[in-house]
T-cell receptor, first 122, second 106 residues
Framework: EVQLVESGGGLVEPGRSLRLSCTAS????????MGWVRQAPGKGLEWVGF??????????EYAASVKGRFTISRDDSKSIAYLQMNSLKTEDSALYYC?????????????WGQGTLITVSS | DIQMTQSPSTLSASVGDRVTITCRAS??????LAWYQHKPGRAPKLLIY???SLESGVPSRFSGSGSGTEFTLTISSLQPDDFATYYC????????FGQGTKLEMK
C-alpha cells in the first residue's frame, strides 16, 4: 500500500522559514516524480511544484507564487521528499499535500498524502 | 500561465443521473489533463489521466474525453459515493488546477 506521510507543519510568523518532509513507502520512491499541492482554507487546489526522478533529470519546477522562496528536494536513499519554505507570507497558509507523480517526469498525481497544515500568522 | 475554467461550479444531481463536468484551458494542452475527486478531510483521488485514461481501480462509470482546450468528465450513473468536489488539472506547461466543481445531492 502506498503511503505518503507529511510532517513539519505548524504555526510560523511571516518572514520565517519552515521545512516540510514527506516520508514515502509502498513503492519504488526513486522511480517517480514527487511534488506538493496546497489548499488554502475554503479554497481549491493549488499546484506548488515538483521534482522529477533522477532518471528524468531530477530537475524542479515551481508555481510563480512560490518561485524563489520555496525549494523542493528529495533523498532517494531515505524515500523522503522535502519542501523548504522561506520568506513565508500569510497567503501561504494552507494544507500542504505531498504528492507522488504518475511517472518520473509528470506533474499529474497518482497518490496524495493526508496533508499537513501551515498557518502563517503573527 | 495556463488558466483552467471548470463549469459548473456547483452541480445538483440525483443517484442514477448521468452528469458531465467541463474543463476549458486558456490555450491548448494537448491531452495533458487529469481529473481528481476530493472529499472533505480526505486526500484527493486520481480518476482520469491523459484526458481519457482511467486510473486503475476507478469504476468504469467515470470517463474522460477531450483534447486541446475542451475536456469533459462524465459519470454515467451517479452513485451515493460520488458526491464530492471534482478538479481538473493541466500538466502540459507547469501545472494548474481548475477551481473545482462541487457535486451535491439534489
Amino acid at each position: 500500500e502506498v503511503q505518503l506521510v507529511e510532517s513539519g507543519g505548524g504555526l510560523v510568523e511571516p518572514g520565517r522559514s519552515l521545512r516540510l518532509s514527506c516520508t514515502a513507502s509502498g513503492f519504488t520512491f526513486g522511480d517517480d516524480a514527487m511534488g506538493w499541492v496546497r489548499q488554502a482554507p475554503g479554497k481549491g487546489l493549488e499546484w506548488v511544484g515538483f521534482i522529477r526522478s533522477k532518471a528524468s533529470g531530477g530537475t524542479t519546477e515551481y508555481a510563480a507564487s512560490v518561485k524563489g522562496r520555496f525549494t523542493i528536494s528529495r533523498d532517494d536513499s531515505k524515500s523522503i521528499a522535502y519542501l523548504q519554505m522561506n520568506s513565508l507570507k500569510t497567503e501561504d497558509s494552507a494544507l500542504y499535500y505531498c504528492t507522488r507523480g504518475n511517472g518520473g517526469n509528470t506533474r499529474s498525481v497518482r497518490n496524495w498524502g493526508q496533508g499537513t497544515l501551515i498557518t502563517v500568522s503573527s | 500561465d495556463i488558466q483552467m475554467t471548470q463549469s459548473p461550479s456547483t452541480l445538483s444531481a440525483s443517484v442514477g443521473d448521468r452528469v458531465t463536468i467541463t474543463c476549458r484551458a486558456s490555450q491548448s494542452i494537448s491531452s495533458w489533463l487529469a481529473w481528481y475527486q476530493h472529499k472533505p478531510g480526505r486526500a484527493p483521488k486520481l480518476l482520469i489521466y491523459k484526458a481519457s485514461s482511467l486510473e486503475s481501480g476507478v469504476p468504469s462509470r467515470f470517463s474522460g474525453s477531450g483534447s486541446g482546450t475542451e475536456f469533459t468528465l462524465t459519470i454515467s450513473s451517479l452513485q451515493p459515493d460520488d458526491f464530492a468536489t471534482y478538479y481538473c488539472q493541466q500538466y502540459n506547461n507547469y501545472s494548474t488546477f481548475g477551481q473545482g466543481t462541487k457535486l451535491e445531492m439534489k
